[in-house]
């Protein structure tokens, strides 16, 4: 979450509650299974917008990368963490950049 200090200028630490929770792979994605995955540790650092249609450029938003035919996986693992760019969320994923329209997408947060 230092990105996300850095971009805002401002003094507020939204991973100060995670950091040294965790020293390896395996115990982060303990952690983030333990907080609800990647959609729970936003819920943690961010105030979350009731309606997607609401998202602004820059807003944190959430894709079940399950919906898009992906082999299955737990819930909390099969979800992807993007960007609002209007009225399409940009991922990064394993074919480079996709940007995919907020209504498919799950979940947005305020940056």
């Known amino acids: ?9 401002d003094e507020t630490d939204f991973g100060e509650s ?3 929770s965790y020293g390896s792979a395996l115990s982060a994605a303990r ?3 333990e907080l609800g995955g990647v959609e729970g540790v936003a819920d943690m650092c961010f105030p979350r ?3 997607i249609n609401f998202a ?9 990368t399950a919906r898009d035919g ?3 996986r737990p819930a909390w693992l099969s ?3 993007g960007v609002c760019v209007g009225t399409h969320a940009a991922f990064v ?3 480079g950049l996709n940007l995919l329209p907020l209504a498919v997408c799950r979940k947005a947060w305020r940056i």
């Open 70 to 72: 992906s082999k299955k």
């Open 18 to 20: 995670l950091r040294g």
């Open 56 to 64: 602004q450029r820059g807003d944190l938003i959430s894709y079940d």
């Open 49 to 51: 917008i009731e309606n």
């Open 31 to 33: 952690k983030q299974k």
């Open 1 to 9: 979450m230092d990105w996300v200090k850095r971009a805002l200028a």
């Open 93 to 95: 994923g394993p074919s």
């Open 79 to 81: 979800v992807a963490l």
